[in-house]
């Protein structure tokens, strides 16, 4: 009798399955390209929590819509969706090394309350009736 493989813990997995084969589609490869040019693009960025903006590293102080035209503006080929997707992950991600824990809290109390309030807002925009002008 021959021995048994053991199964790897995503072996089997519909939802792992179905990642695995979305990031292998076109759409998934392009969500992928939008997330390294986003990083890239904000590798040196700050961010100023209170006033909700991101501050480039040229100064430039945008908004998150603001942030995401501008990379798409130098990457049209990449969905906005994807763009602002990428930029709402950095945004909460974001903790600078030099913060104290205190700092960090802060931050990531205001930024939650950033990204929950522009993703409510973007939903609400969706979800107005669509007339024949708009």
Not at 10 to 20: D, I, R, S, T, V
Not at 57 to 86: C, Y
Not at 116 to 126: F, N
Request: cysteine-free.
């Amino acid at each position: 009798m021959g021995k048994q493989r053991a199964k790897h813990l995503l072996e089997e997995n519909p939802f792992a399955q179905g990642l695995f084969e979305w990031m292998d589609s076109p759409e998934g490869e392009l969500s992928n390209a939008a997330l390294d040019v986003v990083f890239d693009a904000l590798a040196k960025a700050d961010i100023d929590p209170r006033k909700r903006k991101i501050v480039w590293e040229d100064g430039q102080r945008l908004s998150i819509p603001e942030t995401v035209q501008r990379i798409h503006a130098s990457n049209p080929d990449l969905a906005p969706e994807f763009i602002e997707s990428h930029v709402l992950g950095w945004l909460e991600g974001f903790a600078p090394e030099s913060y104290s824990e205190r700092q960090l809290e802060e931050l990531d109390r205001l930024t939650d309350k950033w990204v929950d309030d522009h993703e409510r807002k973007s939903e609400a925009g969706r979800k107005q009736p669509r007339t024949r002008h708009s």
